[in-house]
């Protein structure tokens, strides 16, 4: 997948980026014995075994234990060729050289015909080249950095012995074989060479079951990978997070040697068994007596034991609009043996049936079902011995009432947020429910603190007012047909822990009601001595391929130069003015460019209203001078203190800016391109 994003590295560990020692590619046919070692560029095509196709050969020196790695390459072409110049959309596999053939290629001598790995018959690899993993490659300029990771590229360097890998690169079949797709080699001139970017590991890594994970067992057989420098390793295991994350009580299982550890046997850990339904919580410290630093401290990974209960349902609870000849289906509780499924329109009389027919099989029919409904159901366990009261799982049916904004289980969602459903399709109105207790809401009645109001069909919303900060709420809409409610679904969302200044999600190519970017964040248009644009000249405006978060993001291209030195986007708040709300004191915005761009620096511009006291303009430099060329995307965080200082009012801010040039306060080398600005929040500190 492509990645844009910059990752955010532990401390513990050790970041390295390294160039390849050899890279090029090779070609079919009638090119079978041409070499093509001293081109710019990594040219991949696939043309069903013509003289177009062409593979790529990129070799790494490498050494030690990684946790991560990425590999990083700078689009050189893409077209529909033919002369054309319209970015096309490419999948690229990558492949591991099996190590015996690493050394037997050399960059200047290497052809079709003699490249180790290569299926000269096809577009394909032999069968000494092991597939890793693919990548897509957008419709994206020249000059756009795209990476590749994958568990299976760790894994193929942790298994080298030699210090040397080589990564093999093919593209599946395109819409055209004539579409052109290249990388930029180590001897182009304008763009950056392909860098194998590996974590070093500093503490133990790559848990096995994975953290997180899920095991249909009551026991485990928990491992890892170890540090190079670690000659023991000491073993904490709890089901409590806090305890194992402190070494506290008896969570300490011992020191030993061996990466890996039984548990749930007898004398093993847990000698009766896991619990089912239970988390444990698991942490590794890597240990060498002869460093100082040790032991290094392991992060906490976890899994789950599966429960006695029905668990997994399908539909899932909660699910909306399910089509009414739908079957249940559900995973067993563990060991269960027989299930006894209650179904109805009425939750407490499923919540108390008893005495019903046990199955052996794990799916149900209800027969037909009912449109406009709210249907409940329970799967009890019985494994030989016991039964196990399952949980009451709810779905609706086509016509039922449903969650439209924000969705069920939303995240971040904003503070100002009014709450939308679509109507039940003939209830007359909906009761409303609102809280922060999930089972308030959900017991709640019309006489309870949690009920809002009656909303008339066609008044299907409600506005809770100003939300708390990094909450979570629960509501609900009862149908109403006229002396008849239908209790609606709890739906939740929890809240944002941070202030939308602009996140470029609501504008739209309609600039004939002012809904375009460039109506919104003013540029250089017409303006002398500004060399911004804001968005691009023909719909779609925005930029939604290259974004950090939802579906679009503001490209701003700037053009320092012919006396022009400054070029900048300014946006009029009509929102989210106070900055001294909700205790916030940092302002955040997400960059990218590329490498390709001019080192202008980059700037935010704060201003008051005209004629307010204080009402000067504050302008924060980013303090990286290539931040420009940034070829992932970059959070850039502003202390509000820093605008303060500068006169700024913080309760009362009237227009954001963003530029590159002199404005910053450094001088700058002058020229062009383009920076991508994305997710503009205001946060806590």
Known sequence: MISFVVPVLSLISSA?????????????????????????????????????????????????????????????????????????????????????????????????????????SSSNFAEDATLLGSFIVEPIPVGNIVSFSDPALVDFINADTDNQITLLLRRTAGTSSSHNLAFAAKEHASYSAPTLNTIAATRAFSPDPADGAFLEATWAALSWRAIDSAVSHYLYLGDNFDDVSNGAGDTFVGNQAETTLLVGFPGY????????????????????????????????????????????????????????????????????????????????????????????????????????????????????????????WRFTTPGAAGSLEPANGAVEVPLNSPLTWIPATTAVSHDVYFGTDKDAVSNATTASPEFKGNKAAGSESYNPGQLEWDTTYYWRADAVYGTNTVKGLVWSFTTANFLVVDDFESYTDNDAIGQAIWQSWIDGFGVA????????????????????????????????????????????????????????????????????????????AVSNPVGLPGGATAIVANGDLNAAKANAWTQWVVPLQALADQGINLSNVNTLAVGLGTKAGVAGPGGSGTVYIDDIRLYRP
């Not at 906490?300 to 429960?307: C, L, N, T, Y």
Request: proline residues 6%; negative net charge.
């Open 16 to 120: 390295r980026a390294v160039e390849p020692t050899a890279d090029t590619f090779v070609r079919g046919a009638e090119f079978g014995d041409t070499n093509y070692g001293s081109n710019s560029s990594v040219t991949l095509k696939n043309a069903n075994g013509n003289g177009y196709d062409r593979k790529g050969y990129i070799r790494f020196d490498v050494s030690g234990t990684i946790m991560d790695a990425s590999l990083d390459l700078t689009v050189s072409t893409n077209n529909e060729g033919g002369g054309g110049t319209t970015p096309q959309t490419f999948t690229v596999e990558v492949y591991g050289l099996a190590e015996s053939l690493d050394h037997t290629w050399i960059e200047n001598d290497i052809t079709w015909n003699n490249a180790p790995g290569n299926d000269t």
């Open 269 to 392: 850990a847990y000698p009766n068994g896991l619990v089912p339904g239970a988390t444990y919580y698991w942490r590794i410290d890597e240990v060498n007596e002869a460093e100082p630093s040790s032991p290094w401290k392991g992060d906490v990974w976890s899994f789950s034991i599966a429960p006695n209960t029905a668990y997994n349902p399908d539909p899932a609870d909660g699910a909306e609009f399910v089509a009414t000849d739908t079957n249940l289906n559900w995973t067993a509780g563990y060991g269960a043996k027989l299930h006894t499924v209650y179904f109805g329109d009425d939750y407490d009389t499923v919540s108390n049936a008893a005495g019903g027919l046990p199955q052996g099989t794990t799916t149900y029919n209800p027969g037909p079902l009912q449109a406009e409904k709210v249907y409940y159901w329970r799967v009890d366990e019985f494994d030989g011995v016991q039964t196990h009261k399952g949980d009451i």
């Open 529 to 604: 001595d500004n060399g911004a644009q804001v968005g691009y000249l023909l719909p779609p405006y925005t930029e939604q391929t290259i974004v950090h978060g939802g579906e679009q993001s503001m490209p701003l291209l700037y053009r320092n130069e012919m006396g022009v030195t400054n070029s900048e986007a300014r946006l009029t708040l009509t929102s989210q003015k106070d900055w001294t709300a909700q205790n916030i004191g940092e302002l955040s915005l997400w960059f990218r460019g590329a490498p390709g761009n001019a080192a202008e620096p980059l700037y935010v």
